[in-house]
């Protein structure tokens, strides 16, 4: 079993601060790429930031220059500092992990359960 959990969204005013953690725990033997997306409503799911295993990031356009994403690799945990919030960034933010579970095994796309963070004007 692999368990993928988030935590830190909630409600912020426009232009402050918050600090997303995601934790993949559970029979993994490596993690390759871990991430962040986001869903608004009506909106399709989209990447915010992605981070691999040597520390690569890559953004989407709209949170380059205010979101930073981060990792822990002892611990399996991603981060996402978000800075200079907009109301456009209210959406449930969902974690990825793509890992293995044993050697020479394909890597599988695990998600966490999302968790909401609104952005008032």
């Known amino acids: 079993q692999v368990q993928v959990v988030e935590s830190g969204g909630g409600l912020v005013q426009a232009g402050g601060s918050l600090r997303l953690s995601c934790a993949a725990s559970?029979?993994?033997?490596?993690?390759?790429?871990m991430g962040w997306y986001r869903q608004a409503p009506g909106k399709q799911r989209e990447l915010v930031a992605s981070?691999?295993?040597?520390?690569?990031?890559n953004y989407a356009d709209s949170v380059k220059g205010r979101f930073t994403i981060s990792r822990d690799n002892a611990k399996n945990t991603v981060y996402l500092q978000m800075n200079s919030l907009k109301p456009e960034d209210t959406a449930v933010y969902y974690c990825?992990?793509?890992?293995?579970?044993?050697?020479?095994?394909?890597?599988?796309?695990?998600w966490g359960q999302g968790t909401q963070v609104t952005v008032s004007s």
């Open positions: 990825n992990a793509r890992l293995s579970r044993g050697w020479g095994t394909p890597n599988y796309d695990y």
């Open positions: 981070i691999t295993s040597g520390g690569s990031t």
């Open positions: 559970g029979s993994i033997f490596s993690v390759n790429v």
